[in-house]
């Protein structure tokens, strides 16, 4: 799954580590989310997304997934 969170969290100068002290998790997490080999549980899409100030969809790219 694509996600914005790199671009994100780039745009608020913010390190993996900081994001994922931010949102409770951790940064070996962030990076696999960015990276795509990770789905973020959907508490923790909601977390991040809030953090920014956007929707999951606003966030995460749900075009691959087959619905």
């Not at 969290?9 to 940064?27: F, I, N, P, Y």
């Not at 508490?43 to 749900?62: M, Q, R, S």
Request: proline share 1%.
């Amino acid at each position: 799954m694509k996600t914005r969170i790199r671009e994100l969290r780039k745009a608020h100068k913010l390190s993996q580590e900081e994001l994922a002290d931010a949102v409770g998790t951790t940064r070996q997490t962030i990076t696999s989310i960015e990276v795509g080999k990770y789905t973020a549980s959907l508490p923790l899409a909601y977390k991040i997304a809030h953090f920014f100030g956007l929707t999951i969809e606003e966030v995460f790219d749900f075009s691959d997934l087959d619905l």
